[in-house]
Structures are given as structure tokens and as C-alpha cells.
């Protein structure tokens, strides 16, 4: 099957409003009156990112969900977005079914449709650009940052770092649940999606946690001008990741990355679906402290080169 055969037969079926069903040089993008359009992109790549024998339907997943995070740290809700493929010469339609099945999935869940895309061959990478909206001059931004604010993350951290570690060979002795749990989370992340109207409200500045979460609120902390402090013992960590890194679980979990979680600062004392993990204040850079003690980080975060 050619390009445009397979753009028809796997593609054009979750087109949304506005992509002319994939048969155009260009999309419309549907405004939303009253709103900002907000946007980002991410790629994901085989050896970065997944592996070629990761299920394809998860590969889809993880591409669209590394965008979905972006936004919902801005604020956004998600609704649509663009697909840039470049597939391997040899791909097959049984991993294309799988791979649009996964999308068709994500699109359900989390309202989102397809506005166009382009698609070449070479080494699998997948990018997104998705698009979102926020009540006008509402996207919450890396920079708001106040001395005397706490820091909160959403969800478990250190899960993804967790499932990667078990694919690099660690955790051989861990149970089979526990093994599943991790490669999971790797494979699929799970942004707050939902989470985006409430940060609007109460977050001075927030963004998703991708390369680790020490290095990612090292973003907001020159941003905004402050220094943060960690305490690593408020950080939320499954126990699965407890049971495979044992006395290392917080130092690991908090440079490991992949996480998509959201981590904002707002007032002390708020409470909601995420935990209070430290604070803000004068000074620049990120302080790691455990049970009120130091810890030197030595790489605070994933870095492709
Ligand atoms: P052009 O030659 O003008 O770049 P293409 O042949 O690349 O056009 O694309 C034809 C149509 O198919 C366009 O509407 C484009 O958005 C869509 N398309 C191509 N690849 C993808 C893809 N991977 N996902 C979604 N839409 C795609
Ligand atoms: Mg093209």
C-alpha cells in the first residue's frame, strides 16, 4: 500500500472538524471564541524514548500523551492535534492497525481528533503538535514562582524511570505485578488531563515533568528567579518503585524523568489530587534535602546530549 493508501485507511478514520478527512494541503483548525490557542509539540523516538518491540498501540499512546502533559501544565484543555511519522521502509499494516488503534483509544478519552500530519520512512519517530485551549491570558506559565509558595507534584514519581530501569536489565527479582506496574507506566503515560482547570486556578507557575523532576522545577526555579527545596521524603512513590530501588527509591525517582506528571507551586496548605513535596524561596537552583539533610544530586535529570 502507498502513502496516500495508508494516510486513507488508517488516518482519514480519526480525522476530526476541520481536517477535510486528510484529503487537503491544509487543515482548518476549529477556533474557540473567547479562548487562546495554545500549543506544543514533542517527538518520540525509537532507543529515546520506546523501543521498536514495544507494542505499537503504546508508542501512539506515549507520543500523543508526552504533548497532552504540555498542556495540561499550561492549563489547556486538549482538542486536536498533528502527526509527523516517519515509519520504517518494512512496516507492516498489522503494526499501523495497532498503532491507530492506540490513537483511536486516546482520542476517545481524552477529546482529542486529528487535524493532519506527514508521513516519510526512515527510523521510527513519531511527533505530535497538539493544540489546546485556556480562558484568555490564563495558560499557567514556568515564571510565576513566589518566595513563600510550596511545590505539589500530581501523581507518583519515579514510575516510568522505573519501567526503564527493568528494560536496562534491573529488578530481575521483582514480582511479575510489580514488573508489569513499571513497564506500564513507561510505556504509557497517564498526564492529569482533567487536572488542567484546577491548576489554572491555583498555580503560580507549573510545568510537566519529563526529563526529572529535580531538573524540570530547575526550569521554574530560573524562571521565576527563586531557588526550591525538595523534601525528598514528601515526594509520592509507588510501592513498586520502593521494592526496586530500595533505600535509593527518592533519589532515583526524582532525577529518573519520563514521568509527564504535573509539578506547580501555588500557596501552602492546598489540597487535591497532588502532594505537597517542598518550597519556594530566594535564591536560584534546586536543594535536595531527605529527612532534613542535604543530598547532593549529581545529574538531576535525563539529557540527550
Ligand atoms: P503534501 O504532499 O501536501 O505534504 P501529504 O501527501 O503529505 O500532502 O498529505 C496529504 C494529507 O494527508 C494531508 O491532509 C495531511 O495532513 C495528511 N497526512 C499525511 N500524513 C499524515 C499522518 N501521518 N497523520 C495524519 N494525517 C496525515
Ligand atoms: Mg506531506
Avoid at 527479582?173 to 506496574?181: C, E, F, V
Avoid at 503560580?204 to 531557588?227: C, T, W, Y
Avoid at 519556594?280 to 534546586?286: F, M, T
Amino acid at each position: 500500500m502507498d502513502e496516500f493508501g495508508l494516510i486513507a485507511k488508517y488516518f482519514a478514520p480519526l480525522a476530526g472538524a476541520g481536517a477535510l478527512g486528510l484529503t487537503d494541503d491544509a487543515a482548518i483548525l476549529p477556533s474557540r471564541p473567547g479562548h487562546d490557542l495554545i500549543v506544543t509539540t514533542d517527538t518520540v523516538s525509537e532507543g529515546s524514548d520506546f523501543f521498536p518491540y514495544d507494542p505499537p498501540d503504546t508508542i501512539a499512546q506515549k507520543a500523543l500523551r508526552v504533548n497532552l502533559s504540555d498542556l495540561a501544565a499550561k492549563g489547556a484543555q486538549p482538542a486536536h492535534y498533528l502527526l509527523n511519522l516517519t515509519l520504517p521502509h518494512a512496516v507492516r499494516e498489522d503494526w499501523l492497525a495497532k498503532f491507530t488503534a492506540g490513537l483511536a483509544q486516546d482520542q476517545k478519552e481524552f477529546g482529542v481528533s486529528l487535524l493532519g500530519g506527514d508521513t516519510g520512512a526512515g527510523l521510527l519517530s513519531v511527533t505530535v503538535t497538539a493544540f489546546g485551549f485556556v480562558p484568555p491570558g490564563q495558560m499557567v506559565k514556568r515564571s510565576g514562582a513566589r518566595i513563600g509558595d510550596a511545590v505539589y507534584v500530581t501523581g507518583t514519581i519515579g514510575d516510568s524511570g522505573g519501567g526503564l530501569a527493568l528494560l536496562k536489565g534491573q529488578g530481575r527479582d521483582l514480582d511479575d505485578a510489580s514488573r508489569d506496574y513499571l513497564l506500564w507506566r513507561y510505556r504509557v503515560p497517564q498526564p492529569p488531563v482533567d487536572f488542567a482547570a484546577r491548576l489554572r486556578d491555583i498555580a503560580h507557575a507549573a510545568l510537566d515533568v519529563s526529563d526529572g523532576l529535580i531538573a524540570d522545577l530547575g526550569h521554574i526555579a530560573s524562571s521565576s528567579g527563586v531557588r526550591i527545596i525538595v523534601e525528598g521524603e514528601r515526594v509520592p512513590l509507588a510501592e513498586q518503585v520502593k521494592a526496586l530501588w530500595g533505600a535509593d527509591a527518592c533519589l532515583r525517582a526524582v532525577t529518573a524523568g519520563d514521568d509527564y506528571q504535573i509539578a506547580f507551586t501555588a500557596p501552602p496548605g492546598l489540597s487535591g489530587p497532588f502532594s505537597q513535596i517542598g518550597r519556594v524561596e530566594s535564591g536560584q537552583g534546586v536543594g535536595l534535602t531527605l529527612n532534613g539533610k542535604q543530598i547532593a544530586v549529581a545529574k538531576p535529570g535525563y539529557k540527550h546530549f
